[in-house]
């Protein structure tokens, strides 16, 4: 069975300024899909990023952008100009290739502080 | 993406009653996923729903429990049966939305509170 782990259960940072959340995930699979999701206050999940295990070039989303780095199995998110809005939970999300059938595996979580 | 609507968004709940949750896209959708989230915790599915087919349950999630239903390719409803405290959590629908990319989209959740 597929993990994924989030070793930092909060982060904070400075408004405007840049900040990591990192994952890591354990899988014996060579096609899969990884994803951020936001989940703020309202509790709404929203997909922030995804990537592409077959894909070496790291996805962006405007502020958003991933590490991704699939020998090490780490799957980290970069978000720039950080901004109030962004405080938030973000679970990382592993999911098996093929059809999209799987349901998505999610880390615990980091919760996001966004100092003004 | 898709637009999902939950009914209801809360419930507070006596022990021994039981529950129906329902979820509702505004597109067809081929897959439906039914997760909980228990307070202060991460997000575990508990079935998956395919339109015309039994939901297939996660590992410690069981039909007699958590019986579902997927009548057509727009809706789907999750019972949670026979309540206890242990089962106050968010419960959340997702969609796969296959245009392009296959990502799953999350409806609002519903807030369950056992009493």
């Known amino acids: 069975a597929q993990t994924v782990t989030q070793s930092q259960p909060e982060m904070s940072v400075q408004e405007a300024e840049t900040v990591t959340l990192s994952c890591t995930y354990d899988?014996?699979?060579?096609?899969?899909?990884l994803f951020w999701y936001k989940q703020p206050p309202s509790r709404q999940m929203i997909l922030v990023i995804r990537?592409?295990?077959?894909?070496?070039q790291n996805a962006t989303e405007n502020r958003f952008s991933v590490n991704f780095q699939k020998a090490a199995k780490s799957f980290s998110l970069k978000i720039s100009d950080s901004q109030l809005g962004d405080a938030a939970m973000y679970f990382c999300?592993?999911?098996?290739?093929?059809?999209?059938?799987?349901?998505?595996?999610f880390g615990k979580g980091t919760h996001l502080i966004i100092q003004p | 993406s898709a637009v999902i609507s939950q009914k209801p968004s809360r419930d507070i709940c006596q022990r021994g009653t039981s529950l129906t949750i329902q979820c509702q896209v505004d597109?067809?959708?081929?897959?439906m996923f039914w997760y909980r989230q228990q307070p202060g915790q991460s997000l575990t599915l508990i079935a998956t729903?395919?339109?015309?087919?039994?939901?297939?349950?996660e590992s410690g999630f069981v039909i007699d429990k958590f019986p579902i239903s997927r009548p057509n390719l727009t809706f789907s409803t999750l019972t949670v049966s026979n309540m206890s405290p242990e089962d106050s959590s968010i419960y959340l629908c997702?969609?796969?939305?296959?245009?392009?990319?296959?990502?799953?989209?999350f409806g609002p959740g519903t807030r369950l509170t056992v009493t």
């Open positions: 997702s969609v796969l939305w296959t245009s392009g990319v296959y990502e799953q989209y």
């Open positions: 899988t014996s699979e060579s096609d899969y899909y």
């Open positions: 990537q592409e295990a077959y894909k070496q």
């Open positions: 999300a592993y999911r098996s290739g093929g059809g999209g059938a799987d349901g998505l595996t």
């Open positions: 597109s067809q959708v081929t897959m």
């Open positions: 729903a395919n339109q015309g087919s039994e939901a297939t349950y």
